[in-house]
């Protein structure tokens, strides 16, 4: 870990403020994720911004229905809220199938959206990998891939996104609320928070550079029967295979969004309407594409069986 | 003491206290933090400075040029040492590569050197930045490769490479109903909760080190020789060991790095692995190919069994020896063995838990499995009519104790196994797919010569001090009953000392051979302090009783604590009796698991394992190293898989993130059974060891148990839903 | 670099000047020498770190130590000695919750922890129904203990102990 000064910040501006004056700053909130990625130099800030006294931490009903989560409430507290175990079912149980009881007691909900890829070759220094070293070459291709992406992956990287609570806040259609530098908020519609890997895999979000997450907003419920599964090899404290995040109403009609198959939760929205029609129907339009490796492969099969469980569950 | 007839009616027999379910009487240490582990020796060598270890990050090849410059004049740097600067090493005996790389690498995250620094967090900063340039060779990482190259193993620990009795060729050939199936098993790490750590200090040419090893004397002696000194100038000291598994049966590099950075900087230097290093810097359980045939005539009599096993190590290395219980556990007439070793440039292989039958078992027990179900019989009962009470390599020699057939008969009954239906895919609970497996356990009962001392003090405590190792085994616990029972005195009034060479040379922790041949040493050492007490008090010690802290002899009785300042030490000297009996142990393990018919998602839902393994020591502690076991045979059944990247030669997933092992949620509560059993060929506490029986042939019940819920046979480890999944049910 | 801060141990305030890379386990184990909390993996993937902040359990290999200013930090050492042991302590003794102890300082925080999560009413991914207050099961225990990794495999004597103490403080 390389030596970095240390500032605890008390506003959203003042942070924002300082992450603009120091060069090389960064924030840092649970820090399970960053401090992780420090300690093999990773990441290699020259100033931390602790951003824990910002008060972003409260859960608030949105004027239209809807619920804005403070960037700083923990994933316990989130998954515990009985607003959301109520009316976002989908996200509690997302949370609770992340990680274990201690790092969700760390955890925020900005840090979540901003984990990084748990790619072992990102996370092996010696190894090339474009998005930890732009341009060294993508070590993961050719080599170990069963946990890797299987869609919307490109020749410069097949990592994927890790966390279980951005796929269910992308099938609750989340905003993500913001403070750029120059003090400006802005709100980022979940689907364009995270993107593809295309030629630049070390551009993992649409924040700028600087840009603080201050908020998650969630639309009005939308009711219907939530579920999260998430498959793994063993039963806990790990990483999904595939996870798929469902929203099934009375109807049949719903929506899902998958975890473990690519840089981002993936969702099509336009496949939904094959929903009624059953996983298959689903699976095959959301996974048109898909480019998997003969490791991988399997995961195309998982998912659209995972979802079939969760469609069999919500009809029951 | 010899031991060299078969033990007769003694001390131990009175089982006041051996055989009692005894809490560890070091758990109160443990359960509050105050247990101290090498890196923890504040007390012992304070103002330790920091090492920080640099490895390589190539799998084999050459340094062409490392400058460590930067790193010398980084904050806080005292020393940094490389194989350049640390003068010249040898290597020790146990140890198949070198421990301290370059200008040769021979494996992915070879130490090359340390960084020392005023603290933890200089030390590591200042190691990143060493600079080294690597001239890489090409190297062998593909096992299925080097497969047809592999040669004859060498003769290691686990007996000849190559065995034959009878016809196996021309009996399987002419066997009605045969199996001849390939297996494989991947690499296992240790993975032990404490990774590999020292502390060293000098006082002039006398070094101790606080590690953290299960071997104190063989470690002892070679890292001195590692080091190039005698190894009386080397004090080990190892009184609290986080897990061991057989990863800290040697010398490792941290222990030498630290070693030379405090010689060079003049005071105490520790130095810890890193999680991310211990995968590829240290040993592993290597992988294996595995061939099984079994030949039966239909009445489900094995005529012709044959195993063979493949695996790579680097040059030097020796093979674990996989085969090993196919030699003796089911009958035949003719049967083979082969062990091939072929040469590779992974990180070297070596002991873990179980060593040979752990994989051995993998493969065999899965093709029982498929016998039976070939022959239309039940698996337990297809064991049963092949169950043998001689070696069925040398019918003269007897087991000593065998109740493997009592083991499955009272395990299947126990739990339940009448219900299994024996075609697979047929049973469900709800959503779920239903399964029951079945597998033996086999493992020796291997002993080695261990000595103690053992002390009256004042107050009637009696001291036990040797240099046998607590690796979670119970030691501490076992030692103590033993020297409790034989002075006659109560629990509370022993202490016991282990860990350090200072002490007498135990047996130490491996090979399951620690707690029968370590209490045995501690039996001996009692026995002799029980003559002194008697000649002390002017009473034949053949004629004196000691009992509740009394000597009692001809109507007189003394205190025991009268003897106080008596100081006995002794050997327990094993002699030819495990070679005119085959010592073993047996177990059978059951296994319910349950499997999700979307996604494959294999949950175990109960377990059973029925050990006969001798006179049980505590049955507390014995329980927890077969149920220990056991979910380490779950993990190696589901998800234990050092993944190569067969490019350039690594393993890939190397931190407790990628590389797997059971979590709470995927064990279910476990049941262990002991079957009566003394074995008086075994030692004079008539015991053997468990440590090991539990996780051989764990994980194949497993496998068992998720065939008969899917119908869906696997046979490379581990067995993970992608294996699964083109054999579920259809599903909408 | 390094920064001052202050918070409690066991109920003892300490002040400390560290550098700012300091982790709050070394924080506890290297410079106030306690040495209860485990350094097990470092990167929070086993648990054998786990303390008490201000009543909650976390990695504290994930931590630094300055971002814990007037914290309330409760380790191993705090919940008892070998003379008089937390309930939960004895507990893991009687059950034989360990086997080589290494990871054990971790599980029994973490089981205190979790006992006291069940009790707040805080889910978990097993519990059936999000609009129930969970339950002490089997199944709780061991869902919400799976970031404590033993590898010796003493899960089933664990949730044996804890789930005596849940019982006797029904």
Redesign the interface.
Known sequence: ??????E?ARTPAEAAAAVARTPGAKF?A???NL??LM???IETPRH?I?V?GLKLDEIEKTPDGGLRIGALVRN?DL??DARV??DY?VL??AL??G?????R??ATTAGNLLQRT?C??F??T??PCNKRQPGSGC?AI???S?QLAVIGSSDACIATHPSDMAVAMRVLDAKVETVRADGQARRIPIADFHRLPGTTPHIETALMPGELITAVTLPKPVGGFHTY?K?????????A?VSVAAIVQRDGRGRAAFGGVAHRPWRVEAAEAAMPG??KALADQVFAGAKPTHENA?KL??AE??L??A??EARA | MKFDTPAATNPIDQLKVVGQPADRIEGPLKATGTAPYAYERHDAAPNAAYGYVVVS??ARGRIRSLDASRARRA?GVLAVITAETAGPLDKGQYNTVRLLGGPEIQHYHQALGVVVAETW?QA??AA?LVQVQYQEAPGRYDLAKLKNAAAVAPPGFGGPPDTARGDFDGAFASAPVKLDATYSTPGHAHAMMEPHATVAAWNGDQLTVWTSNQMIDWSRGDLAKTLKIPKEKVRLVSPFIGGGFGGKLWVRAEAVLAALGAKAVNRPVKVALTR?VMFNNTTHRPATIQRVRIGATPDGKITAIGHESWQADQEGGSSDPHVNQTRLLYAGANRMTRTRLAKGDLPEANAMRAPGEASGMMALEIAMDEMAEKLGLDPVDFRIRNDTQVDPEKPHRPFSQRQFVQCLRQGADHFGWSARNPRPGQTRDGRWLVGLGVAAAFRGAPVQTSAARVRLEAGGLLVVETDMTDIGTGSYTIIAQTAAETMGVPLHHVRVRLGDSDFPVSAGSGGQWGAASSTSGVYAACMKLREQVAGKFGFDPGQTAFQDGQVRSGGKAFPLAQAAGLVAEDAIEFGKLGEQQELSTFGAHFVEAAV?P????I?VRRMLSVCAAGRILNPKSARSQVIGAMVMGVGAA??EDL???K??GFF????L??Y?V?????IPHQEVIFLDEVDPAASPLKAKGVGELGICGAAAAVANAVYNATGVRVRDY?V???KL??G?PQ?? | ?T?RVSFEVNGQRRDLEL???T?LLDALREHLKLTGTKKGC???QC?AC?VIVDG????S????A??H?GAKVTTIEGLGTPEAMHPMQAAFVKHDGYQCGYCTPGQVC?AV??LE?IRA?????V?PD??DRPKVTAEEL???M????CRCGAYSNIVDAMTEVAGSRA
């Open positions: 870990m390389k030596a970095f000064t240390y605890r840092i649970g820090g399970t401090l992780d300690k093999l130099q931390l602790d824990n316990t998954a515990a175990r109520n079912a509690s149980r609770l199938a990680a274990s009881g201690q790092l007691n760390k748990r072992p070759y996370y092996d010696a190894q070590s050719g080599g170990v069963r599964r498959v793994r090899d063993r039963a806990s404290y790990a990483f295979l059953g996983a399997f099969t998982l069986r995972t079939a469980g469609l069999a | 990050t190539i904050p967090e590591r900063a990143a991310p999700d979307y996604t494959a998602e949950r589901l998800m993944v190569v990247d490019r350039r890939v997933n190397h931190d993130a990628g797997e059971p979590v709470h949620a995927d581990p993970t839903l992608d999944l083109a579920m599903v909408a | 670099m920064a550098d700012t890379r982790s470092d990167h929070g648990g786990t909650r359990r976390i990695n290999c994930l931590t630094l300055v971002m200013e973490s922890a979790v999560e009413g805080v889910p978990s991914h519990t999000l609009g061991r869902e919400r799976s970031g404590n990794i």
